[in-house]
Every structure is written in structure tokens, then in C-alpha cells.
């Protein structure tokens, strides 16, 4: 008999209950049928009515209100659940047409009513998902209609009902049970669920989002939005469907970081960050120091629970992904043997709940994985940037900014991957020892062959692992090299280009590029034999284990057979990914240990000052008996029997000459110079101006307040104090100018300005500044003096060293320093007479003064008045920045980014990179052999185990083996050589565009950002793309070969597989939008970090001296969140989509059981169908792993994304025309020509020169004066082109400089730049970069520049080091090897950009005579400060507000008492006058 159904609104019910005599009558059958015909139709015009009633009935409001409610909750996820009870019916409509195909002729009333009555249901279905679509998805109710409500409850009731019935027919009547067993739990499970959404169900987007008050026009969201994680049910949890609206956000728009919610306080870098310090404090004091054992003790108690959580969960899904191997063998014998309903049922249940529990418990093990990650990481870079701000300065010179860098962004990154291997040295081995007691179930003791095969293997990776983190040590070691020499080269990428020198220092990046990847090779080299040992360990392992079996004797059937190779499928599946945990944990093993050292280096010593309270004594800084040194191991001390008492409220003067001490007695008062002996007091809190200007990237506002609340009046004044008042009214948006890093687009007068306002806005009890007044000009140098130092700190404590002899008068104490040695201390009419040191300054100065008096004798009295006049009537000239028509734009914006998906023409390039993509093709060919090797060999021994005899079976299977192991190597070189061509080749090319990018990249983009490139993404193409890339081909392959093996058994797969296969790339389009922006937001919010690490560390004396660390943490901790926020959401949506892949693949796997269970008996060949079984086993992983990396390599392709950026910078003009190169001896007279010369940094920037025209005469001295900001060194920079021109034209003897190339033009002209520079080498390196000169030659021109005695103290001579920027040598100094540089190359035309600022007077008249000595007849422009520098020159030209002022001979410039040279030199002058009154009235006070 055959069962009959009917349905109930769209529900099943079979109507076994009634009389099976009664069934037989046709007239009770075709009433059951009218009956559920009519209960269809019902429902239908019911729901169609109620949504008429829905739509013209009720009205809605005209007045859009703000929802915080949006609608129904698990809208997506009901809709989901209606349309799986589409393609269930479908299903079953498909398997009764195949039941009519195989019996043609049995086909009945009943079989036709019971397919009606299943087509009636489709549509029925249907129409629910397009109510559902239409309605309720547009409505803005909490609730679903109580109609359908209704509805799913009764469809509950009814299925649970129906699968009782099903199991009791099941007595009577066999045929087709199974199914409509199978479909019925199916339903009651979709029921079930629907039921909980009808009733229970929460909204939780309303957790999530909330749109802006209308009323307010408001695009800020009033209140911080955490992650809905931690409001989340449990289902909710499971099924990740908490961060479903943001995917759905990013599905409508492009995601910005505003719209990704902030983390909670579990996950935040602050509690990471401050449980891993209270740790590593705790074991430091056990211990004394960190080491690696306990940096990793103390990052497992960080993360604790989660490692536990995740153990739990790994166990889980490992042991339900045996279950399927277990029972392949019991699966192959039902086939083979007569069936009953039991079996089929709990076999596939058993099959299928496995899946289910295997899925749900991976994903949830991955994302809680990658969030132990993400806490790791964030922890260790937090306390990495702790540990920056602490370091002492001799721990400081052993790692430069670039390595410290490193650890941030790219080891601490490595220990947070990590995390996501954490488990698999164990799991392997529990892995082995299931897999070891299924064999022994099907073939005893041959079982011992798999264990020691597997052993072989194993041990196999130690060797190989050794090497591994032999090789990723040398790696990283020149991986910090070339990013310690690229963070140099960025930040001083404007002298190289003045030099010339850039490409130069381009070919030494990539000399150590070839170092890196000499071992880069090596190390991929291992990588590649590893995955080949790997990918036929289960070869060698199943041919060793068959083999033993025949000669045990061992009867091999089908069932014994797929059972074995499923266990080995799944253990090569488990065991393949231990190459990666190998390589993972000897890179890790390799940071671990790069920062725990970095860890053990020691601390800035807090007990070098002892604070004192400021209202228990009258001294503010107190030195007894001090001996310092910043090299403890040097037998030279810095500082020597340093003795000083300064009371609260005096003013202190320290002078000396060059590399005399100046600076080292400051940072002994700052605690940043090592004491060796004596005591060190200091009374008050402490502002610190440095001699080289430290800004922030950032607002000119931000930078003076730093940190403090804003107080208009107070921050007024300091503006007036500091003069900048003027210059902010000229910039682009006044003081909310973004300034670019290290204040690119301020002067060095503004620099130094800001820095001091900075200090004055602090309102600290002891200032100390470090010859602030080198950058700025003498009129503003004298307004700073008197109007900050004498009347702002009028009653403050200020110690101020100076070059100027012209302040010294003013001051209570001077100090002059000679040696490391305080040779005098007094007032200044009291030392003048007491000693020689002081009077060779003064001396030197005077001299000075003596040449502008014999230039203009009667100037002073009488211009006096001219200047009192013109300050009380308020004449100063401003000017108004000239912007372009339309553009007004800071310089630093925001980083770009890509927006939708990648490009086509990213992986084009990208794989045609390396032998125009040669090796794609050979890639791909090998695996599909290999694939079809691996098909063949197990089809093979499945077949034949029970027709073939035991040596001809093993022969063919080896034979097969080796044909698939050739393959495996073929691929794996193939794609290593590939990857690491690729690599090199991108590269090459994208610091080459860098290096030749206009300086106008370097000023809107600051360091941060081109490192991220250079270290994270090319880390990225280096070792990650390739191995992506390669396994999702692989798998896509392995996937078609499943699908065909599949076919084989159960044809029908194939109108399952493909709508579902539709479905998953449907889910996958889906959340590609959002999880693409995410990534890039991840490449973007990495960037700041990076940043902010980079100006912390060059900026820590000054973050110490604010007492600022806690402030620059908090902002790094945001700065962490702000990267990790992204980064989390990136893990949940990757395992949002895995989940619904891994379901939907399993539901493909429940369809193929029922399929094989319920076709009845000689119609598939019970081994074949075992087959499909075994490699249906792995359909869900490899379907889901392949939709996955398809994701994950479009996400990870960002990197190259962003290198093809940086690969298509526009470049600078040629280095060489050669169609119009310059005479060798070009040029021979020296003659600048400028005709109307206009200038702006950028399209949307004012022009800050504004129509020059002057001519320097070949031979002539030059000089250029004018306040700071009036175009002077902007002037300079046009001549050698790092600006190219608005308008007009520069002419060297004739020929215009814009029409030869950059390196003709450059290396022709000499410059001592305004920012002295020395690069870490050695004194040879720094002097001859290009090695052009012999030694001969560089002594002399160390000689001639006063430098000469001071290398030959040095053990090295010449080869003595330099570090990073030049640290360990003195201002002054690094000042004079700029000059011996241009001794050295003598050219025809010398500029000099305020050379002489950061020397004493008496070495800056040396500097002059030696210039005048060897550059007599060459052509001289120098931009000075101090008068004494140009007034013997030969023109003066006068820049104001980018104009041409005055241009003539200083002589006659003088004569006219209106000038403006001539009141810059009456300023001058008159310093030491309006000084000495100064002194003399504070005396009488």
C-alpha cells in the first residue's frame, strides 16, 4: 500500500490513522485531497486579505518618527527558515519524479495526490516568503501578524505528530518512510524555531544602532555604541547573528569607523594592556627580569579564559569529526545487507548531528580564538609603547625607532596569529589516537603501521622546524635593518633630495632587501618541502598500512576500506595544517624572544632627580658633586663635579662652545642622562623646550595646549607672547591647521614658536629651553626673549641655553660650560673679568658687532625712534594667503583608501608579476592531476579490494601514489618560486615610486602610513598571499572532484548541489561589502597607530618632562581599540558567513544520506556509494573553505591593493633628460636668474611666494633675510626643485632649471640644509655617501671644518659610529660635518639655510672665514638669523610675505634709516643694550 498525505495550511499530515480499508476507497481519497486542497486555498486568500487590509486600510503617518525599534525580530533569519521549507518540498517533489522514473509503471492515485498535495505545499511556502518579504519586512511592528503566528505554532504541533505517525506506519507499510521521516524532524525543527521568533524572540538591532536626532541634524550618534555581543541570547551567540545588521549596513553602504560598534570593556586594550603589565611587574621582581618563559606565562594568565573555553570547544568538533569515519564501515554494510528503519534512521541522524555539533563548535572555537588573538596583540603593543616611554637613553641607542616599530607592527601582530594555532600541537596528538582506534577497529594490529608511519612523519618536522626559526631569525634581523633604515631615510627624505643622494640610498634599501631575501628564500623553500612531506604523508601512510595488511592477511572489503581512507582523508586534513602550526610557532618563538629582550633592556632610573616638594625650600634645581655620562662604559665622562644651586624665580643663562655640555646639564636637570655620582633636586613641576622642535602630527591648537583644558584668555596671550598671532591668520584654517608630521608644513621658526607656547601654556614652576632662538630671526628672537622669558616667566624659575651673547646681560646666573665642566658661574659684568672662556665668546661676538657698525656707524640712535614708532602705530605688514580659486584643504588628510571590491586589475598584476604568470597555469595543472591521482587511487582500492589480488592492488595504489607525489612537489615549488618572484618583484618597484614621489607625497602622508606599507602589507605578500592564493585554488579543485565523486554514487546531488552552491555565493556577495570595507579599515586605523608610535619615541624627552606618559598611553590604548574594533568585527562577520556555509553544505551531506538510505536495493553500488559518503565527509569544510579563502584572499588582496597604490605615485621630473643635459662643467659662472617667481606647496595651499624677481650675480655673496615665514627657505627649495613652480622660472647661467633632470640639477649645487642631519653609519658613510672621495680628501675637509681633531679622539677614526639621527654627537657638531660635506664637494654655487644656527658665535665666524676662504669665488646665498652672517656679504635680498622687500648692497640698504634690513639690524644690535638695562633693573628690584 502505498502512504497517503495530506496537508494541513501548508503542513503535512499523514492520514495513516484511518482504515486501511477504508484508504483503498477512491472516493475517501479524493476527499482527503479536497479537504487539504481547500485548507491551502484558505490560508492563501486569508493571508492575501489580511495583507490587502495591511496595504489600503491602515494609513501610514506622514511624519517619518525616529524608530528605535526596526521591526520584527530574526526577520532574515524566519525568512531563511520559510525558505528551507521551500526547497525541503521541492526536494521531496524531486524524489517522488524519480520514484515514477524508476517505477514506470506503479504509479497510482495515491502517488499522484500525494505529489499534488507536495506541489500545493511548495506554493503555499512560497507565497509566505514573498508576504514576508513584502510586508513585514517594510514593517516597522515588533511582531510578526498573529496569522502567521498562528500558523507556525500549529505547523509544529502537527509535524512533531506527523513524526509520530511516520514511525508508526513504518509497521504496516516501508516504502518511502524514510524520507517522509527525515522531512517531518526536518520541519519540526524549522517549526520549532519559528515558534521561538514568534513568541520569544528580541529585537536586537536596537541594541546596535540608533539614528541621529532629525531635529538636531546631528551625524554623531549621541550615545557610544558598544558591540552587541555582550547583549546578545544564546542563539544569537551561536549563530553570530549578532552582527548581522552590521553586515547589513555595509551591504546598503560603504562602512566607515563610526559605524563599527567600540569594543567592551572585556575586550579592550586597557584591561589587556594592564593585565599583562601587573603580571610581568610580578614576575620581574620574582625573577629581575623578563624573559620569554614568563612573557608567555603572563600572556596565557591574559587570556586565560578563553584558552580554556576554546580547549573545551576544540575537543568537541574533533571528536564529532570522527564520528563519520566510525561509522563508515557500519554505513557500507547496511547498504550491502538487507535495510530496516532503525538503521537508516540512526545513521543519518547520527551522520547528520555530528555535522551540525562539528559546525557550530568550530566556529565558535575560531572566533573565540582570533578574539584571544586580538586581546594579545593589543596587550603586547600596549606595553611595547609603555615601554618606549620608559627607556632609558642609553637603552634607546641599541634600537632604533624602526626596529621598535617592528615589534609593534609586525611581531606583536605574529603572537596574536598565533592564537589560532594555539591548540594544535596538542590535537594532533589526540587526533592520531582516534584515527589510530578506528583502524585498529577495521584492521587490528596492521593499525601499528599507521602509528609508526605517522611517527616517521612527525619526526620529520623537527629538523625542518629547526630550520624554519633558524631562518626566520636571520629574516627578521634584516627585516628591522631595512625598516630601521627606511623610518631614517623617511624622516630626512627632504635632505636626501637636496643632496641628490636619494637613489643612492634606495640601492642600499635594496641591498638589504637581498640580504632579506636570500633568507626569505630559504625560509619559503622550507615552507614548500614541508607541504609536500606533508601532502603525501597520507600516501606513504595508507600504502604502508595496506601493504601490512596483506601481509597480516587482514581481509580488506569496502566498508573496512572507506572507512580507513576517510579516517586518512580527515587525518591528512587535521595533519596538514601542522605545517603552518610549525612555521607559526618558530615565528613566534622568533618574537617572543625579540621582545621579551626588548622587555629586559632597562628603564629611565627614577631616583636620578629627587623631586622636592615646591613650597619646602627656595632652591628649584639643586646639583651636588654630579658626574654624568651617557655612555656608562665610556671612561669620558659627559658632565664632570657639576656643582649649581638655582633658586625659585632666577633667570639662568648656559653658554659655551660647541659639544661643551650645554644640552647634557639641561638633561641631567630632566633626568635623562645617566648620573654616575652626586645629587640632583629639582623643586617644581617642569616645561622643556628641545633644541631640535618636536610637533605632533595634528592642530596647531592641539599642540599648544597638549592635553590641558582650553582657557581663551591664557591661550591668548601665550599666542601674543610667542608672536604667532600673525602667522595664524595667514594659514589656511588658523590655529585648526593640521600640521604634518615633524611640523612639515611650518618653518623652523614656527616650529620652535609652537614649541615654546607650548610650554608657556602649561604654567609650569621650571622652563627649560634649549636654545629656542637659533630657528627664528633677530627681530622675533628678540620679542620671544623679552616678552616670554623676561615679562610672561617674569616670576617663574627659567634656565635657558643660548648661542645669542646678546641675552646673557639679562640673566641672574650664567653658566659657562667648557669640556662637560662649569668653568665659570656668575652675573655677567662679574665673569667678564674673571676667567678666559667667557671672554672668548663675548670676545667673538663683539667681533661680530664691530662689522655692523662699520657698515652703518650712525645708525642705531637714529632708526630707535622709527621702530618705537611703528610698534606703538601697529605699522607691521601682514599680507593674505593667496589660495587657489576654490581649494582650501589641510595638507594631512585622512589616508586614502579603495572603496567596493577589489579589482580585476590588482590580480591580474599581481599574478602576471612574476614570468608574465607562467607559473599559474603549471600550478593549477598539478593540482588537477594530483586530484585526479587521488581520485583514481581511491577508487581503485574501493573497488578492487574484493576482485583484485592483494600485490597487483598494492602495486597499482603505489603507482597511483607516486604520480600524485610528483605532482605535490611540482606544485609546491611552483608556487614557492612563484610567491617569492611576486614578492621581490612589487617590492622594487613600489620603493622605487616612493623614492621618487615629489615631496608633496612625503608632506601629506606622514612616515606611519608608508611603513605600514613597507613592513605589514609586503609582510603580507612576502608569507601570507601566495599561501591563500594557491590552497583556494586547491581547494575549488578538490571541491569538483568531491561533486563528481558524489555524482557518481547519487546523481540527484547535482539538483541540490547547485542551488545551494548558488545560495552560498548569494551569502558570500552578501557580506563581501561589508567585510572588504572592514579589512580596509583595519589597513587604515593601523596606520595612527604606527604614527603615534613613531613621534612618541622621537618625542619621549618632552612627554617626560610634561609629565605626560599617562595621557600619550590612554591615547595609544585608544588608538589599539580603534585598530582592533574592525579587526573583531572582521573574525565574527568570516565566521557569520563560515556558519551558514557549513550548515548548508551539511544539508547537501543530509541529502545525499537519504538519497543512498531510502533508493531501493541493486540500484547503486553499495562501494561506490561508500565512496560518495567518504568524500561527502569533507564537503561541508571544503565548500565552506573555499567560499572562505575566496573572502579571505580578496580581503587580504587590500595589501597588494595598497602597494599597487603606492606603485602608481606620480613621480618627480627625471632625474636625467638626456636630450638636454648640462655641460660638464656647468655651471661655470654661478648666475641665478629668478623672474617672477610664484610658488604654493600644494593645489589647495596659499602661495607663499608671490612673484620674486631678483638676480644673483655668479661670485656674489648673498644673503636672505626677512621674518620667519616670509618665503626664505621655500625660496631655496624651488631652486633645487623640491618645489617645482606655480609660475615663473629660475635660470642658472641660462639655462632653466626645470628643463634639465633632477640629479643634473641637484648634484651640481652644494647646501647646508637648516635641520643638520647625520644618518647611521659611520663618519665616512656620512661625509662621502656616494664614495666618490679617497680618505685624503675627507680628513681635509674635516680639517677645514674645525672637525678634524675631534674624529681623531675616536678609536674608529673615520669608522667611528653614528646612530639613528645623529644622537650621539652634538648639534654644533652634526652642524660642522654639514659644512664638510660641502667643503668636500665644492660646487659653483653654496647655499647655506640658516647654517650657523645651532653653533656659537665664535664658531660661526670660523664657519664664515673658512667659506669666504674656499668659496671666494663661488656663489654664495645664505639665509641667516644673525645679521653677523650677511652683513659683510655682497647683496642682501629682504623677503616679506613671500614679496621681494629689498634688494640691494647691505651698504646701501644702511644708508637708508627706512629700511627694512636696516631695522632688522638696529634689532640686532640693540640686543645686547635693551639686555643689559634688563639685567641692570632686575639687579635694582
Not at 608511519?453 to 630550520?467: A, Y
Not at 589480488?949 to 595504489?957: D, F, P, Q, R
Not at 681635509?1340 to 675631534?1350: F, H, R, V
Not at 640691494?1448 to 644708508?1455: A, E, K, R, V
Request: aromatic content about 10%.
Amino acid at each position: 500500500m502505498e502512504d497517503v498525505e495530506a496537508s494541513f495550511m501548508g503542513m503535512p499530515v499523514n492520514l495513516w490513522m484511518i482504515s486501511i480499508e477504508k484508504m483503498n476507497d477512491a472516493s475517501n481519497f479524493l476527499l482527503v485531497h479536497l479537504f487539504s486542497f481547500i485548507i491551502h486555498l484558505g490560508i492563501l486568500l486569508f493571508v492575501f486579505v489580511n495583507w490587502l487590509c495591511k496595504r489600503f486600510i491602515v494609513k501610514e503617518d506622514n511624519v517619518r518618527k525616529r524608530m528605535i525599534n526596526n521591526g520584527a525580530s530574526f526577520y532574515k533569519q524566519a525568512l531563511f527558515s520559510c525558505v528551507v521549507l521551500v526547497l525541503l518540498n521541492i526536494v521531496m517533489c524531486f524524489l517522488s519524479l524519480f520514484y515514477w522514473y524508476i517505477h514506470r509503471n506503479g504509479w497510482t492515485n495515491e502517488n499522484t495526490s500525494t505529489f499534488s498535495d507536495t506541489i500545493l505545499r511548495t506554493i503555499v511556502w512560497l507565497f509566505v516568503c514573498v508576504y514576508l518579504h513584502t510586508h513585514v519586512s517594510k514593517s516597522a511592528d515588533s511582531k510578526y501578524p498573529l496569522v502567521l503566528r498562528i500558523w507556525w505554532v500549529c505547523f509544529f504541533l502537527i509535524s512533531c505528530f506527523c513524526v509520530v505517525l511516520d514511525y508508526s506506519f513504518y509497521k504496516h507499510n516501508r516504502d518511502l518512510v524514510a524520507q517522509y521521516l527525515v522531512f517531518n524532524v526536518l520541519s519540526s525543527f524549522v517549526s520549532l524555531f519559528l515558534c521561538y521568533v514568534a513568541f520569544w524572540g528580541r529585537n536586537e538591532i536596537r541594541h546596535v544602532y540608533e539614528e541621529p536626532l532629525l531635529d538636531g541634524g546631528a551625524d554623531v550618534m549621541s550615545d557610544v555604541i558598544v558591540t552587541p555581543l555582550v547583549t546578545s541570547n544564546v542563539l544569537s551567540l551561536l549563530t553570530f547573528s549578532w552582527i548581522h545588521p552590521l553586515i547589513s549596513l555595509g551591504n546598503k553602504k560603504p562602512l566607515n569607523l563610526n559605524d563599527v560598534p567600540q569594543l567592551d570593556s572585556e575586550n579592550s586594550a586597557q584591561r589587556a594592556f594592564s593585565v599583562l603589565r601587573n603580571k610581568l611587574e610580578l614576575d620581574k621582581i620574582r625573577n629581575s627580569q623578563t624573559n620569554t618563559f614568563n612573557l608567555v606565562k603572563a600572556l596565557i594568565l591574559t587570556t586565560w579564559k578563553d584558552i580554556i573555553t576554546t580547549a573545551v570547544l576544540s575537543l568537541v568538533f574533533t571528536l564529532a569529526s570522527y564520528v563519520g569515519p566510525y561509522l563508515m564501515d557500519t554505513f557500507v554494510q547496511y547498504l550491502n545487507k538487507r535495510r530496516n528503519f532503525n538503521g537508516s534512521f540512526f545513521l543519518v541522524s547520527a551522520f547528520f548531528v555530528a555535522k551540525i555539533v562539528d559546525c557550530l563548535s568550530q566556529r565558535q572555537c575560531e572566533f573565540k580564538l582570533q578574539q584571544a588573538g586580538i586581546k594579545v596583540r593589543a596587550g603586547l603593543v600596549a606595553m611595547i609603547y609603555h615601554k618606549g616611554l620608559t627607556l632609558s637613553s642609553q637603552s634607546k641607542q641599541g634600537h632604533s625607532n624602526g626596529e621598535i616599530i617592528n615589534f609593534m607592527a609586525v611581531d606583536a601582530d605574529r603572537i596574536g596569529e598565533f592564537c589560532k594555532y594555539m591548540h594544535n600541537s596538542w590535537l594532533v596528538i589526540l587526533q592520531v589516537g582516534l584515527a589510530l582506534t578506528i583502524l585498529y577497529k577495521n584492521i587490528g594490529i596492521s593499525a601499528l603501521a599507521t602509528l609508526v608511519t605517522t611517527i616517521l612523519v612527525m619526526l620529520s618536522n623537527i629538523p625542518i622546524g629547526s630550520f624554519q626559526e633558524k631562518f626566520q631569525q636571520k629574516l627578521m634581523k634584516f627585516k628591522d635593518k631595512r625598516m630601521k633604515t627606511t623610518s631614517e631615510i623617511l624622516k630626512n627624505m627632504r635632505i636626501l633630495k637636496l643632496y641628490g643622494w636619494e637613489m643612492k640610498f634606495l640601492s642600499k634599501i635594496n641591498d638589504i632587501r637581498t640580504d632579506e631575501s636570500y633568507w626569505l628564500f630559504k625560509y619559503v623553500s622550507t615552507i614548500a618541502m614541508t607541504n609536500f612531506a606533508f601532502w603525501v604523508a597520507p600516501t606513504f601512510v595508507a600504502i604502508a598500512t595496506f601493504g601490512t595488511c596483506m601481509l597480516n592477511g587482514v581481509p580488506l572489503d569496502s566498508g573496512k576500506v572507506l572507512s580507513t581512507l576517510a579516517t586518512f582523508k580527515l587525518l591528512q586534513d587535521n595533519v596538514y595544517n601542522l605545517p603552518d602550526t610549525i612555521s607559526v610557532i618558530a615565528q613566534t618563538k622568533v618574537s617572543l624572544d625579540r621582545i621579551a629582550s626588548f622587555f629586559c633592556l632597562d628603564d629611565l632610573d627614577h631616583d636620578l632627580v629627587e623631586m622636592v616638594p615646591l613650597d619646602s625650600s627656595d632652591t628649584a634645581v639643586e646639583i651636588i658633586n654630579g658626574y654624568f655620562s651617557w655612555d656608562v662604559t665610556s671612561p669620558n665622562l659627559t658632565l664632570t663635579g657639576i656643582n649649581l644651586r638655582i633658586n625659585h624665580g632666577m633667570k639662568v643663562a648656559v653658554c659655551g662652545g660647541v659639544a661643551s655640555g650645554k644640552s647634557s646639564l639641561v638633561s641631567c636637570m630632566l633626568g635623562e642622562i645617566p648620573k654616575l655620582s652626586g645629587k640632583v633636586k629639582v623643586s617644581g613641576k617642569k616645561a622643556y623646550v628641545g633644541q631640535s622642535s618636536w610637533i605632533q602630527s595634528g592642530k596647531i591648537e592641539d599642540n599648544i595646549l597638549f592635553g590641558k583644558g582650553m582657557d581663551r584668555i591664557r591661550y591668548n596671550k601665550v599666542l601674543e607672547a610667542c608672536d604667532l598671532k600673525k602667522d595664524i591668520e595667514v594659514l589656511s584654517f588658523g590655529d585648526q591647521t593640521v600640521i604634518g608630521e615633524r611640523g612639515i608644513n611650518l618653518s623652523g621658526g614656527q616650529k620652535q614658536r609652537i614649541q615654546i607656547a607650548r610650554a608657556l601654556y602649561q604654567d609650569a614652576d621650571i622652563y627649560l629651553f634649549d636654545d629656542p632662538f637659533s630657528a627664528v630671526d633677530a627681530i622675533t628672537g628678540s620679542h620671544l626673549f623679552k616678552e616670554c622669558m623676561m615679562d610672561f616667566l617674569e616670576s617663574k624659575t627659567v634656565i635657558y641655553v643660548t648661542h645669542q651673547m646678546d641675552f646673557l646681560p639679562a640673566a641672574d646666573l650664567i653658566l659657562v660650560l667648557k669640556d662637560g665642566r662649569i668653568t665659570q658661574a656668575g652675573k655677567y659684568d662679574n665673569i667678564l673679568n674673571s676667567g678666559t672662556d667667557f671672554i672668548e665668546l663675548v670676545g667673538a661676538h663683539r667681533e661680530a658687532l664691530l662689522e655692523i657698525e662699520s657698515a652703518g656707524r650712525n645708525l642705531i640712535s637714529d632708526i630707535s625712534k622709527i621702530i618705537k614708532e611703528e610698534v606703538i602705530n601697529g605699522q607691521s605688514q601682514t599680507g593674505k594667503s593667496d589660495y587657489a580659486e576654490g581649494n582650501k584643504r589641510q595638507l594631512v588628510e585622512e589616508e586614502e583608501r579603495e572603496r567596493g571590491k577589489v579589482g580585476s586589475s590588482a590580480y591580474w598584476k599581481y599574478f602576471t608579476a612574476a614570468y608574465g604568470g607562467v607559473f599559474v597555469p603549471l600550478i593549477i595543472l598539478s593540482q588537477i592531476l594530483f586530484e585526479a591521482f587521488q581520485i583514481s587511487s581511491n577508487y581503485w582500492l574501493t573497488w578492487a579490494a574484493a576482485r583484485v589480488a592483494g600485490s597487483e592492488l598494492i602495486i597499482v595504489y603505489v603507482a597511483l601514489g607516486v604520480g600524485s607525489s610528483f605532482c605535490i612537489l611540482a606544485r609546491s615549488v611552483f608556487l614557492m618560486k612563484a610567491g617569492y618572484e611576486t614578492a621581490n618583484q612589487l617590492f622594487y618597484k613600489m620603493h622605487f615610486c616612493i623614492f621618487r614621489a615629489p615631496m608633496s607625497f612625503f608632506d601629506a602622508n606622514p612616515s606611519g602610513r608608508v611603513l605600514n606599507r613597507v613592513s605589514t602589507d609586503q609582510s603580507a605578500v612576502d608569507l601570507t598571499i601566495p599561501y591563500i592564493a594557491g590552497p583556494f585554488a586547491f581547494v575549488v579543485i578538490q571541491l569538483l572532484g568531491i561533486v563528481l565523486v558524489m555524482s557518481l554514487g547519487a546523481w540527484p546531488v547535482f539538483l541540490v548541489f547547485f542551488p545551494v552552491i548558488g545560495i552560498c555565493i548569494w551569502i558570500q556577495q552578501y557580506y563581501l561589502p561589508s567585510a572588504r570595507e572592514l579589512a580596509r579599515l583595519v589597513g587604515v586605523c593601523k596606520a595612527p597607530v604606527i604614527q603615534h608610535f613613531s613621534e612618541t619615541i622621537s618625542g619621549t624627552t618632552t612627554i617626560r618632562s610634561f609629565d605626560q606618559k599617562q595621557r600619550f598611553e590612554e591615547i595609544c590604548l585608544k588608538l589599539i581599540d580603534n585598530y582592533s574594533r574592525p579587526k573583531f568585527h572582521v573574525a565574527a562577520a568570516f565566521n557569520w558567513l563560515g556558519l551558514r556555509l557549513d550548515m548548508l553544505s551539511s544539508f547537501i551531506f543530509a541529502f545525499l544520506l537519504i538519497f543512498l538510505v531510502s533508493v531501493p536495493e541493486g540500484i547503486i553500488d553499495p562501494s561506490t556509494a561508500g565512496l560518495a559518503v567518504t568524500y561527502g565527509l569533507n564537503l561541508n569544510m571544503l565548500q565552506a573553505w573555499a567560499i572562505q579563502k575566496l573572502s579571505k584572499l580578496e580581503i587580504q588582496f587590500i595589501s597588494v591593493e595598497r602597494i599597487f597604490q603606492y606603485s602608481s605615485i606620480p613621480s618627480e621630473p627625471p632625474l636625467v633628460i638626456e636630450s638636454n643635459r648640462p655641460d660638464v662643467f656647468w655651471p661655470s659662472n654661478g648666475k641665478v636668474d629668478i623672474h617672477d617667481l610664484q610658488v604654493r606647496y600644494g593645489p589647495h595651499m596659499p602661495l607663499v611666494l608671490r612673484g620674486v624677481t631678483c638676480t644673483f650675480l655668479g661670485g656674489t655673496k648673498t644673503g636672505i633675510v626677512g621674518r620667519t615665514g616670509s618665503g626664505k627657505s621655500t625660496l631655496i627649495q624651488t631652486l633645487f626643485r623640491i618645489v617645482e613652480p606655480t609660475c615663473g622660472e629660475i635660470l642658472v647661467d641660462g639655462i632653466n632649471v626645470s628643463s634639465i633632470g633632477l640629479h643634473d640639477l641637484r648634484s651640481r649645487l652644494s647646501i647646508i640644509p637648516q635641520d643638520p642631519t647625520m644618518f647611521s653609519g659611520t663618519v665616512r658613510s656620512n661625509m662621502d655617501p656616494l664614495e666618490e672621495y679617497t680618505d685624503d680628501q675627507i680628513w681635509e675637509a674635516l680639517d677645514k671644518c674645525q672637525m678634524g681633531d675631534e674624529v681623531r679622539k675616536k678609536v674608529e677614526k673615520l669608522d667611528s659610529a653614528v646612530t639613528e639621527n645623529g644622537d650621539n654627537w652634538s648639534m654644533g657638531q652634526r652642524q660642522l660635518v654639514c659644512l664638510g660635506r660641502v667643503l668636500l664637494k665644492k660646487s659653483k654655487i653654496l647655499v647655506l639655510d640658516e647654517a650657523t644656527a645651532s653653533v656659537d658665535t665664535a664658531t660661526d665666524n670660523m664657519i664664515q672665514k673658512t667659506l669666504r676662504q674656499h668659496f671666494s669665488d663661488c656663489t654664495v646665498i645664505t639665509i641667516a638669523h644673525r645679521i653677523t652672517s650677511v652683513v659683510n656679504n655682497d647683496m642682501v635680498l629682504v623677503l616679506n610675505n613671500g614679496l621681494v622687500q629689498e634688494y640691494d648692497s647691505p651698504i646701501t640698504l644702511l644708508d637708508d634709516k627706512l629700511s627694512a634690513f636696516s631695522q632688522l639690524v638696529v634689532e640686532y644690535s640693540m640686543r645686547s643694550n635693551s639686555a643689559s638695562v634688563t639685567s641692570q633693573g632686575r639687579s635694582n628690584v
